[in-house]
């Protein structure tokens, strides 16, 4: 089979196409021929040695795939060979076979093709996992998103509308602010032009929002801490900006905040089983009715999957970036 590799220097330009032996699926796996993967930022981070695959996990990139059962391993009975499924997977998707845990694999929404299949699992996964689980969000509620116009932000949008909460973001430009408002959030905050802490207090009437998610890291912490209205919680998912940095803790025993956070990737697999039970029974009879949806802005072929990585870093996009694997 065909798959990405990359070089030691971290570097998109030395990510290449190069041949493997397909894997063969363990006792509850499937074997996935994969027609499309989605891209993520931890994929980023593990090509440039700043997030390893957990031990026993596939040292090739990606983590959501969409395509066909291929072959089942030993114990398997809910799939059959041929279904049509999407999956998170702990690596590998880069390439046009994949193994995946069969209790972590979905079938595909009606009215959903392919390429848009792969861009679900990793987000939706994380935003349920930290908004639902962590988070404890709620109807009624307020939520506060950074990268509002990233795939995980997008996601947080469409679960904040599912599940009637107002929604607050923050972005890098207007075109994006703009784009999220459309897509459903309250409202959009341009951080380059204002304060978003400021502005936030000023759309909550002073009160504040339950749940923050970020994505940024030590740089927001003393002001999300700020927007947080007594008893909310902050959510941190990833740390763009840095991990480590000095902060205020009174507010914190003043308002009984919560600060909270997790990776979705070492998680045992009962854990994800749970978190993809959970989206078969509330999330994905939404997406096949068309009220939620993901969004796609670039698809690449694999032999391109440098520029695709390109792209991510650069955050021009809005919404997804999926691989093509199978032509």
Known sequence: MKQIIYGADGKPESMALAEAAPPRPGPGEILIEVHFAGINRPDVLQRSGRYPPPPGASPILGLEVAGTVAALGEGVSEWKVSDRVTALVPGGGYAEYCVAPASHALPIPAGLDMAEAAALPETWFTVWANLVDLGRLK????????????????????????????????????????????????????????????????????????VVLDMVGAPYLQKNLSVLRRDGRLVLIAFLEGSKGEFDLMPVMLKRLVITGSTMRPRTLAEKEAIRDALLEHIWPEIASGSLRPHLHATFPLAEAGKAHRLMESSRHIGKIVLQVKS
Do not use: M
């Not at 506060?144 to 009637?164: E, N, Y």
């Not at 602010?177 to 897509?183: E, G, L, S, T």
């Not at 304060?195 to 909550?204: G, P, Q, S, T």
């Open 139 to 210: 109807k009624g509620e307020r939520l506060l998103v950074h990268g509002g116009s990233s795939g995980i932000g997008l996601t947080a949008i469409q679960l904040a509308r599912h599940l009637g909460v107002a929604s607050i973001v923050t972005v890098g430009s207007a075109e994006k602010a703009h784009f999220c408002r459309d897509f459903g959030a309250g409202h959009a905050i341009n951080y380059r032009e204002e304060d978003f802490a400021a502005r936030v207090k000023e759309i909550a009437g002073g009160e504040g929002v339950d």
